[in-house]
Every structure is written in C-alpha cells, then in structure tokens.
C-alpha cells in the first residue's frame, strides 16, 4: 500500500484526536502544529523503510547466484537481511 502524505495526515488526525478525547495528552503547540510533525516523522520513517527496501533487494540480487541452488527462500532471506540493516542502523521496524 503506498502511503500519500494525505493518507498519514489524516491517520495523525485521527490519532490525536482520540488521544485528545481520552486524555492521554494535554498538548501546548496547536494541532496544526502537532499534525505537522507527527505527518513529518510517519513520513520519514515510511521514507527510510523504502530505502532498507530496497538495500535489501540489492544485497538478495548480488548474491542470488550463491542461493540459487539451494532450499532458501528469498522472501525469509530478505526479510533477515531487511531485519539486520534496520539493526545494523538503529531503525526501529
């Protein structure tokens, strides 16, 4: 699914009303404010995601003539490299 940065502003929206409304937060910036930021951050780490993505895929394809042959599967395989890179970077999936 991608991701328009409509669709995370409006899921932000949602969230902080709901926050709001059950008092978990009591905020001092105004909710265009926080909309921003919250959409801002979604949108960043959507953004970084992409890019382990696509690392992932990289590495999967260099070595694909060592794992063709064998019983791996490259969907579990790119998932461990994807999981490794995001530990590797301190990215939280």
Do not use: Y
């Amino acid at each position: 699914m991608r991701f328009t940065e409509d669709l995370v502003r409006r899921l932000c929206a949602a969230i902080l009303t709901r926050w709001k409304a059950k008092g978990l937060i009591r905020p001092k910036a105004s909710d265009d404010a926080l909309l921003s930021g919250m959409t801002a951050e979604i949108l960043t780490d959507i953004r970084r995601e992409a890019e382990l993505d696509r690392e992932a895929e990289a590495l999967l394809e260099r070595h694909s003539g060592k794992i063709e042959g064998t019983e791996a599967n490259s969907r579990i395989l790119f998932q461990k490299i994807k999981e490794r890179l995001a530990k590797e970077r301190d990215i939280v999936l």
